[in-house]
Each structure stands twice: as C-alpha cells, then as structure tokens.
C-alpha cells in the first residue's frame, strides 16, 4: 500500500459527473497540500486543484472552476475530486499529489509535490 492511492475514473458523456478520490497516510492527511493533476499525451501534467491541510483554502485551474470541488473526507483520510459538466478537454490521465506545505495557500506547480498517486483515466465525449 502506498502513500497515496486512487480510485474512481472512467468514461461519461459530456455533461456527466466522475468523483476520483485519493487515500492518504495519516501524516500526509495532516499535514500536507494535497493536490489532482491531469496529463493528456504530449502535454506536460498540469494542476488541476489543492486542498490544504484542515481544508481551509482550495486552488483551481481556471479551466475548472465552477465545474470541478476538491474535498476533504476526514472519516477516511481521503481528498476527493468531485468533476461535474465534464468536458472532452477534461479527458487524461488523472493523478493524485501530495507536498510539503510552504505558503498559506497550496499551489499547483508540479515541483512542489514530491509524492504521487497512481493514474486513473477519465474519457469523456462528446
């Protein structure tokens, strides 16, 4: 078992909803940003939204914003993508993150998390 482990994903249609959540250790719930990131073949992974620890501020893409929340699940160390009116350009490979916390806010530059989920696909179409 890793420190980080993902579930959920899959295809939808346009319009339609996928929750992706990803299990935490315990000292990465407490502690850490915690962050998705999407990759799409020849394209470089990109941030899509963090959390901070406690779940007092959130980030997103501006590509997401008002479709997709990041959450926390405290009953089982888990912070959950939840991502409505789904897009084709939504479609990737989706990964988990988590990194030291170093500002107030949690960024989504991919440098700062420095450990990794497995990838889960989401396919949406049109």
């Known amino acids: 078992q890793g420190n980080l482990v993902v579930s959920g994903g899959g295809s939808v249609q346009a319009g339609g909803s996928l929750t992706l959540s990803c299990a935490a250790s315990?000292?990465?719930?407490?502690?850490?940003?915690m962050a998705w990131f999407r990759q799409t073949p020849g394209k470089e992974r990109e941030g899509v939204a963090a959390?901070?620890?406690?779940?007092?501020?959130?980030n997103y893409d501006d590509s997401v914003k008002g479709r997709f929340a990041i959450t926390l699940n405290n009953a089982n160390n888990t912070f959950d993508l939840h991502m409505n009116n789904l897009k084709p350009e939504d479609s990737g490979t989706y990964y988990c993150?988590?990194?030291?916390?170093?500002?107030?806010?949690?960024?989504?530059?991919?440098?700062?998390?420095?450990?990794w989920g497995q990838g889960t696909q989401v396919t949406v179409s049109s």
């Open positions: 959390i901070t620890p406690g779940g007092a501020f959130t």
């Open positions: 315990p000292r990465i719930y407490a502690t850490n940003c």
């Open positions: 993150a988590a990194g030291a916390r170093i500002a107030a806010e949690c960024s989504l530059r991919r440098n700062e998390y420095l450990t």
